[in-house]
């Protein structure tokens, strides 16, 4: 069983910075892709950055510049520094593992809010 936990969330005002972690463990066949998403209340749950086994990465355009996306392979941990926040990026987090059978495991979700 596969178990998808992220945390680091919580409340940070403009302009500051969180790091937010990822961590895959269980029996997972060769992580192809770890990455992160985000859903504001009454939106879709839209893709933020992502790496690939290869180690590139891409990233949505309103958070190029502000947010970084790494792994650590060994501990099948992915993270995601967010520098410069904005009030926007306020949202529920979730981390989603890609497997080399291109099935998807996903987190339970960490809260950000960006708020004065």
């Known amino acids: 069983q596969v178990r998808v936990v992220e945390s680091g969330g919580g409340l940070v005002q403009p302009g500051g910075s969180l790091r937010l972690s990822c961590a895959v463990s269980?029996?997972?066949?060769?992580?192809?892709?770890m990455g992160w998403y985000r859903q504001a209340p009454g939106k879709q749950r839209d893709l933020v950055a992502r790496?690939?086994?290869?180690?590139?990465?891409n990233y949505a355009d309103p958070v190029k510049g502000r947010f970084t996306i790494s792994r650590d392979n060994a501990k099948n941990t992915v993270y995601l520094q967010m520098n410069s926040l904005k009030p926007e990026d306020t949202a529920v987090y979730f981390c989603?593992?890609?497997?080399?059978?291109?099935?998807?495991?996903w987190g339970q979700g960490t809260q950000v809010t960006v708020s004065s």
């Open positions: 989603k593992t890609v497997d080399g059978l291109a099935r998807d495991y």
């Open positions: 269980g029996s997972i066949f060769r992580i192809n892709s």
């Open positions: 790496i690939f086994a290869s180690g590139s990465t």
